[in-house]
Structures are given as C-alpha cells and as structure tokens.
C-alpha cells in the first residue's frame, strides 16, 4: 500500500529544533526516517553525528580539542533536542552513547555551556529491524533529561520495511509529533 503523504507538524511553541543522527551510517535506516521528519519540517536544523570526530570520555579530559565543544556550542543555539537512533544491541548507538557521555565533559569542564541545556527540550527516536522495542530503551533519554533538568517530551519506535518506512510508522510518527502540540 502506498502510504498517503501527510503533512506532519512538530509545534516546537516557537522554538528552534535541531535532530541529531547517531547512526554509524549516514545513509541508513535512520536517516530515511530523519530525511522524512526533515522533509515536513523543513526548519528542523540537522547533525549527522558520524561526521564529527568526537573522542570517548576520558578522566583527564584528553579528548577536550576534538569537535565535541564546538558541536555542543552549536547545538545549545537550539530548544528542542530530537535524538535519532538505531536500535544497536538493544540499546542506543555507541556513538550516540558517546556523545551522552561526552555530556559529562559539560558538567566538569564547561559548566557554563552545561548550565545551557536546563530547561531545553528532549526528544528520542528509536529506528531498529522490527516494531519490538524494550521498554527500557528509552530510559537514558528520560533519565538524562532528568538529570540535566531537561523538560522529556517523549520517545518513539521506527522500522523499515524492504528499505521503506511503512505506513504503520508514518502514522505513529504524525502521532508522536501531534502529541507535542
Ligand atoms: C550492530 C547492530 C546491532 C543491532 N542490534 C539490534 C537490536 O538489538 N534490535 C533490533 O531490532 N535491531 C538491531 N539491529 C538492526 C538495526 O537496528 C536496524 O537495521 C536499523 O534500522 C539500522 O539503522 P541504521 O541503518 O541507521 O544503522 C542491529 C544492527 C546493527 C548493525
């Protein structure tokens, strides 16, 4: 069946919004959901992560000169935080993950760009090989919005079917962008 082409409205009340790809791959999955949210929302600023050199987290903060200050920089120019991600071994990205860890750098280091994320908004997005998502996936989101005193608008699950998004997808997410109305 050939899914309706709908108009999806994210309300960001305003604010500037920015999605942030954490798949190992830029062309994948992931980004064909992305490349569909973008397509209705054609203000949404986009990040591919796998195009940054962003070191893993290290106690002595070794890894301080690589693009992850500059990134953070760029991305607190915006309210909404969409994370989009595949589904990897149950769990977000590694490289996703070490961008959540990285964050740590902000609460150490750069207080001042840390301070900078209280109040903005989080989103997630989960793209895997199937509609089976456990329930926990989406706890390091929530959490870390907690944690960061982050407002947690919520997650949802994407698939793709034979290298399409199936019309099931498309309508859970319109449903989920409607939602933050
Ligand atoms: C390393 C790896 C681990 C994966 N683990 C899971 C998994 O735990 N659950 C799942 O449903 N799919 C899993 N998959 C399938 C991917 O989630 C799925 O193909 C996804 O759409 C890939 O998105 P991408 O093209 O953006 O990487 C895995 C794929 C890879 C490469």
């Not at 997808?169 to 409607?178: H, P, R, S, T």
């Amino acid at each position: 069946m050939q899914a309706t082409v709908r108009k999806l409205s994210i309300n960001m009340k305003g604010k500037k919004g920015v999605i942030i790809l954490g798949s190992a791959r830029g062309d994948g999955n992931t980004r064909k959901i992305v490349n569909m949210i973008r397509a209705n929302h054609k203000n949404l600023h986009f990040i591919n992560l796998c195009e940054k050199k962003i070191g893993y987290f290290d106690y002595e903060f070794r890894n301080q000169d690589d693009d992850f200050i500059p990134l953070m920089s760029e991305i607190l120019e915006y309210e909404v935080l969409i994370f989009a991600t595949p589904v990897y071994w149950y769990s977000m990205s590694g490289i996703l993950k070490n961008f959540f860890d990285r964050i740590t750098d902000l609460l150490e280091i750069r207080k001042d760009l840390g301070r900078r994320l209280n109040g903005k908004t989080m989103m997630s997005i989960s793209c895997g090989s199937n509609a089976e998502i456990l329930d926990s996936f989406s706890i390091p989101f929530s959490e870390t919005a907690k944690y960061l005193k982050m407002n947690y608008w919520g997650h949802t699950h994407t698939w793709i079917n034979a290298g399409k998004i199936p019309v099931e997808v498309e309508l859970q997410l319109e449903k989920f962008l409607i939602k933050l109305r």
